[in-house]
């Protein structure tokens, strides 16, 4: 079991964001919003799945998971609250999220399916900000020149989804779900989540007013497809999960450590 500590985190999230603060790149500020812009919806149906698959244990089972989904819920309430506050700075800004009502659409759609199938779901998505978290932990790139609160907010958001990357997909084994549907419902879940990011990216450099400039799509190639960039460094973390042998705990989890350790003056643990 993990031992997962929620975190208060001692930033200043009043101040403005400037509209390009991701080091000044239309694109990679985009394309940061369009994923903050999913977090409030995505993280209450996490919550919820790990909640629901705690209660559909036998009772003498869950005290091994309970604790966990204590944590994890704490967790993914904690950057939920934080994320809505930096979304308010993006309504502000003229940016509209379009990615939540498409997806509190699709929740609905899926709210009588049982709760395997959205525990699939969740560890997926849970998957997918686990290598996430691994790349901005490691790389600078995706965050170079961003403001130090920003860099703060984000790595502090990747270290805590490092650590509570097995969670899910603990309580879909433990409820027998199986291989088949673990790694079909990845494909589709890999499938919507791109297309939903960079449909939500687009939309958001639309408003921006950046559409059209050149140095906005050459900040979009490096980023997708640069050295450093997502497909490169993703392509081979997001394939593990097809592994019949897969466990997200083979993910290497001492950048969040390190992180957490060289940060400490950044956040106090709640009821701490
Ligand atoms: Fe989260
Ligand atoms: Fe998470």
Do not use: C
Not at 58 to 68: L, S, V
């Amino acid at each position: 079991m993990t031992d997962l500590v929620v975190r208060r985190l001692l930033i200043d999230l009043e101040a403005p964001l400037p509209r390009h603060w991701n080091g000044g790149d239309a694109f990679r500020t985009a394309f940061f919003n369009a994923l903050s812009m999913s977090f409030p919806s995505g993280e209450q149906f996490f919550i919820d799945s790990v909640r629901a698959g705690i209660q559909a244990l036998p009772p003498d089972r869950r005290t091994a998971f309970e604790a966990e989904a204590r944590g994890f819920i704490g967790q993914e309430a904690t950057h939920r609250r934080i994320h809505a506050l930096f979304n308010n700075h993006l309504a502000r800004q003229g940016l509209v999220n379009h990615w939540e009502p498409r997806a509190l659409a699709r929740m609905r759609e899926m709210a009588n399916a049982e709760v395997r199938t959205h525990l699939a779901v969740t560890a997926a998505t849970e998957h997918f900000t686990a290598i996430l978290a691994e790349y901005l932990l490691t790389i600078d790139a995706p965050l170079a020149g961003a403001e130090e609160r920003l860099q703060t907010l984000w790595r502090w958001h990747a270290s805590e989804e490092s650590e509570h990357r097995s969670t899910a997909f603990d309580l879909y084994r433990a409820l027998e779900g199986n291989e088949y549907w673990r790694v079909r419902i990845f494909r589709i879940v890999t499938w919507i989540f791109i297309t939903d990011a960079l449909r939500q990216t687009m939309h958001n450099l639309w408003r921006d007013g950046t559409w059209w400039k050149p140095s906005t799509w050459a900040g979009g190639l490096r980023l997708l497809f640069g050295r450093d960039g997502l497909v490169r460094r993703l392509r081979t973390p997001w394939k593990a999960y097809l592994r019949e042998d897969f466990h997200p705990s083979q993910q290497d989890d001492r950048p969040a450590h390190d992180w957490l350790r060289a940060n400490a003056h950044a956040w106090r643990p709640v009821g701490g």
